[in-house]
């Protein structure tokens, strides 16, 4: 069975840092794109961060230079470390891997608030 759990979400100031985890089981991360993405109250998902098989990462404009998506295989493990937050950061994060034949796989999210 897969599971994506991730974890280290909170309630933060505007400014402050956290860092978000993505644990799976089930599946490999390594070789494999892994994305974050986010949903405010009210507002559609959207992409945050992205590595993909060869740890090339790409990021949403909104977050360039404050987030950094990154991974460690030995603990097949994908980590968000969020900088310089900001109250429109708030929302619920959700670890995802997409693979072949359509699969995708999601985990539960892990809630961010930041307050101003």
């Known amino acids: 069975q897969v599971q994506l759990v991730e974890s280290g979400g909170g309630l933060v100031q505007a400014g402050g840092s956290l860092r978000l985890s993505c644990v799976a089981s089930?599946?490999?991360?390594?070789?494999?794109?892994v994305v974050w993405y986010r949903q405010a109250p009210g507002k559609q998902r959207e992409l945050v961060a992205r590595?993909?098989?060869?740890?090339?990462?790409n990021y949403a404009d909104s977050v360039k230079g404050r987030f950094t998506i990154s991974r460690d295989n030995a603990k097949n493990t994908v980590y968000l470390q969020m900088y310089s937050l900001e109250p429109h950061d708030t929302a619920t994060y959700y670890c995802?891997?997409?693979?072949?034949?359509?699969?995708?796989?999601w985990g539960k999210g892990t809630l961010v608030t930041v307050s101003s």
């Open positions: 995802n891997t997409p693979r072949r034949g359509g699969l995708n796989y």
């Open positions: 089930g599946v490999m991360f390594s070789h494999h794109n």
């Open positions: 590595i993909d098989g060869n740890d090339n990462t």
